[in-house]
Structures are given as structure tokens and as C-alpha cells.
Nanobody, 115 residues
């Protein structure tokens, strides 16, 4: 069982930055994939960024060059550094972990970007 707790959301103006954190209740070193999803009002949840256990990363096109996902295995935490934020980045951001055949979700953290 893996419990994920997100933090770091908030309200910023366009062009600002936020760093989201996802703390795991257990070791993340053996988790195959960890990622960040987001869901805006009246939209489907979308994958924003993912990082593998080997540190390979991938991003949705809309955030490439602005967001950076990283992991600190010693702290059992995954981060999402978000720079040059835009109003369209407004959403609830969820941490996700895929370990073996199981998928785990955090409770979400709200990010609001005003123009």
C-alpha cells in the first residue's frame, strides 16, 4: 500500500512559479512510474509529467520547457517545478504512482493561475 500526499499548490499570477511535492508513505525507489496529472473544471484528467525509476522523464507538449519533474528517493518525494505559469494551467494536480500492477493517487492540490 502506498499513500501519497501532495502539497505546494496555491494561487499565483501568470508568469509565476510553484513547486508541488508528493510525499510517499513508503520507499519510491521501487516504484516503476511516478507522475503528475491535472484536472481542470469540466475537463478530463490529463497526464502532465512522468518519471521512471531510472529517472527518465516525459511531459505533455503544453508544459514542455516550463515544468520539470524530479524525484528524491532518499526523501521518498517527487516534485513538479512549474515555471512561467499560465491561466490554462489552473487545475487540481494529482500525484500518481504505478507500482507493480497497482495504481495509487494522492488527494490533489489546487493550482490557480490568474491573468
Amino acid at each position: 500500500q502506498v499513500q501519497l500526499v501532495e502539497s505546494g499548490g496555491g494561487s499565483v499570477q501568470a508568469g509565476g512559479s510553484l513547486r508541488l511535492s508528493c510525499a510517499s508513505s513508503g520507499s519510491i525507489s521501487s516504484i516503476n512510474f511516478m507522475g503528475w496529472y491535472r484536472q481542470a473544471p469540466r475537463k478530463q484528467r490529463e497526464l502532465v509529467a512522468v518519471i521512471t525509476s531510472d529517472g527518465i522523464t516525459n511531459y505533455v507538449d503544453s508544459v514542455k520547457g516550463r515544468f520539470t519533474i524530479s524525484r528524491d528517493n532518499a526523501k521518498n518525494t517527487v516534485y513538479l517545478q512549474m515555471n512561467s505559469l499560465k491561466p490554462e494551467d489552473t487545475a487540481v494536480y494529482y500525484c500518481n504512482a504505478l507500482k507493480m500492477a497497482y495504481v495509487y493517487w494522492g488527494q490533489g492540490t489546487q493550482v490557480t493561475v490568474s491573468s
